[in-house]
């Protein structure tokens, strides 16, 4: 497909268990974001790759939270020992290249719920 | 402490009029402001922008205004259709962030037939 593709797209866990979320950008976009939208709320940065190194990865919550993008194009989310707080929805944008105008392209997210 | 506000949850207009959407921000250090539109089960999308040297942006229908000294924007839409409904929210990235967007509450847009 043309857009970021995410998936999956809903995923109901137990609290304790362990998630992997992932993200395929759009073609040759070398920036990739990642953001968390919690119910009521805007989305919240996590972090942000340029190529296969975490340029910036400042809004991850704690250590339970990991991404890696090893090749430079699929991203994965990794969320260890879930907790109720983390239910929210995960959003993975990509640019072309790293853009301080902020023009990102989202995918539809994937929607977690840790019960 | 948010940087990106939008007081209003919501905002209700009839089809043809002009919808607008308020947004202000604390931190001076924003170099671009943006404005995103998300539709149900959709990831954002962008919609306009504005760098903080400009005070206007037009693109058809949406109009972005940015008052610096108050540290205030807002988006206009003239003349509004059914189509516009949807959720937006205001963001801003600045200080070299590269993508690290700041995005408010999100205002819902509901326009009337």
């Known amino acids: 497909g043309a857009g970021v593709s995410q998936t999956p797209s809903n995923k109901v866990t137990e609290k304790g268990k362990y998630v992997e979320l992932r993200c395929d950008p759009i073609?040759?976009?070398?920036?990739l974001y990642w953001y968390r939208q919690s119910l009521g709320q805007g989305p919240e940065f996590l972090i942000y790759?340029?190529?296969?190194?975490?340029?910036?990865d400042s809004g991850l919550p704690n250590d339970r939270f990991f991404a890696v993008r090893p090749e430079g194009s699929v991203s994965t989310l990794k969320i260890q020992r879930t907790e109720r707080g983390d239910s929210a929805v995960y959003l993975c944008?990509?640019?072309?290249?790293?853009?301080?105008?902020?023009?990102?392209?989202f995918g539809e997210g994937s929607r977690l719920t840790v019960l | 402490d948010q940087q990106v506000k939008q007081n209003s949850p919501s905002l209700s207009v009839q089809e043809g009029r002009i919808s607008i959407l308020n947004c202000d921000y604390t931190n001076s250090m924003f170099d671009y402001f943006l404005w995103y539109k998300k539709y149900p089960a959709e990831g954002p999308t962008f919609l306009i922008s504005i760098s903080s040297i400009k005070d206007k942006n037009e693109d058809g229908r949406f109009t972005v205004f940015l008052n610096k000294s108050a540290k205030h924007l807002s988006l206009h839409i003239v003349p509004s259709q059914p189509g516009d409904s949807a959720v937006y929210f205001c963001?801003?990235?600045?200080?070299?962030?590269?993508?690290?967007?700041?995005f408010g509450k999100g205002t819902k847009l509901s326009v009337k037939p």
């Open positions: 073609s040759g976009h070398t920036a």
């Open positions: 790759f340029q190529g296969t190194g975490a340029a910036d």
């Open positions: 944008a990509s640019s072309l290249t790293p853009t301080g105008t902020g023009e990102l392209f």
């Open positions: 963001a801003a990235s600045g200080g070299g962030s590269q993508g690290n967007l700041i």
